[in-house]
């Protein structure tokens, strides 16, 4: 018997927008539900689990923080699903807010379909266990790593390859450092550290052309400043673990 498809539901009133996600999608083995209201959203969630909502915030009727609302008040409708937010203008102020909805993945309009492929796969990645370190990251295939790479190569190094080769190696190098500080910020609940380690690592990783793991460091950043100790540290296992994963021989 073939294995049961994941599904993912996207809400937007944009039907653009609902047709750039469908075809950044089409190649995964997922079925995409789309909805162009919260109401109607709702009812497919009574209907049937999904493992991802993606919604927008601003939209006609009732606005994507009213089903963030719903989602956080009724578990039962939410079921084992991530939320992600794709929405432009995400202010530092409006994602903290979205932090304590319980919001997974913020991405920003426009969004690149590296960036939402990016999110979709490691959404359908196995949750971690509570109390228990978090799962490795969904590996790339391999096309998929090469094409960041080469975006990384031409954006950050005049498509100089060489150049890109030799600053990844002294990065690599560097991350058993990070890895050492880090969990020592950590267990020290050293907030100050653990900022500036992940503010560091933001800029690094995007210049390798991981923007995934980027957005991850930047979130523990945010949560660092605003002294969200719980989340830095659960953020920094995050993190941890795709460090080790990309300093993988």
Same mark, same amino acid.
């Given at each position: 018997?073939?294995?049961?498809?994941?599904?993912?539901?996207?809400?937007?009133?944009?039907?653009? #927008?609902?047709?750039?996600?469908?075809?950044?999608?089409?190649?995964?083995?997922?079925?995409?539900?789309?909805? $162009?209201?919260?109401?109607?959203?709702? /009812?497919?969630?009574?209907? $049937?689990?999904?493992?991802?909502?993606? !919604?927008?915030?601003?939209? +006609?009727?009732?606005?994507?923080?009213?089903?963030? /609302?719903?989602?956080?008040?009724? +578990?039962?409708?939410?079921?084992?699903?991530?939320?992600?937010?794709?929405?432009? @203008?995400?202010?530092?102020?409006? &994602?903290?807010?979205?932090?304590?909805?319980?919001?997974?993945?913020?991405?920003?309009?426009?969004?690149?379909?590296?960036?939402?492929? $990016?999110?979709? /796969?490691?959404?359908?990645? +196995?949750?971690?266990?509570?109390?228990?370190?978090?799962? !490795?990251?969904?590996?790339? +295939?391999?096309?998929?790593?090469?094409?960041?790479?080469?975006?990384?190569?031409?954006?950050?190094?005049?498509?100089?390859?060489?150049?890109?080769?030799?600053? &990844?190696?002294?990065?690599?190098?560097?991350?058993?450092? $990070?890895?050492?500080? @880090?969990? !020592?910020?950590?267990?020290?609940?050293? #907030?100050?550290?653990?900022?500036?380690?992940?503010?560091?690592?933001?800029?690094?990783? &995007?210049?390798?052309?991981?923007?995934?793991?980027?957005? /991850?460091?930047?979130?523990?950043?945010?949560?660092?400043?605003?002294?969200?100790?719980?989340?830095?540290?659960?953020?920094?296992?995050?993190?941890?673990?795709?460090?080790?994963?990309?300093?993988?021989?």
């Amino acid at each position: 018997m073939a294995p049961t498809q994941a599904r993912i539901l996207l809400v937007d009133d944009d039907p653009a #927008l609902r047709r750039f996600v469908q075809m950044a999608l089409e190649d995964m083995p997922l079925q995409l539900i789309t909805c $162009d209201r919260v109401s109607a959203a709702v /009812q497919a969630l009574e209907e $049937d689990p999904v493992q991802i909502i993606v !919604t927008d915030l601003m939209m +006609p009727g009732e606005s994507g923080l009213g089903l963030l /609302q719903r989602l956080k008040e009724q +578990p039962a409708l939410r079921g084992p699903a991530r939320v992600v937010v794709l929405s432009a @203008g995400l202010t530092p102020a409006r &994602r903290e807010e979205l932090v304590h909805m319980d919001v997974w993945c913020l991405l920003d309009k426009p969004v690149s379909v590296m960036q939402l492929v $990016d999110c979709i /796969q490691e959404g359908l990645s +196995p949750y971690p266990a509570k109390a228990a370190a978090p799962a !490795t990251p969904a590996t790339l +295939p391999a096309s998929a790593a090469r094409a960041h790479a080469q975006a990384a190569i031409d954006e950050f190094f005049a498509g100089n390859g060489d150049l890109y080769r030799a600053y &990844r190696s002294t990065c690599l190098a560097q991350f058993s450092h $990070d890895l050492n500080n @880090g969990d !020592t910020a950590a267990a020290a609940q050293d #907030l100050i550290s653990l900022r500036h380690l992940a503010h560091n690592a933001k800029s690094v990783l &995007r210049m390798l052309g991981y923007p995934l793991q980027s957005t /991850q460091a930047h979130g523990v950043e945010e949560d660092c400043t605003a002294g969200r100790a719980t989340e830095a540290l659960e953020g920094w296992q995050v993190l941890r673990a795709a460090l080790l994963a990309i300093g993988k021989p």
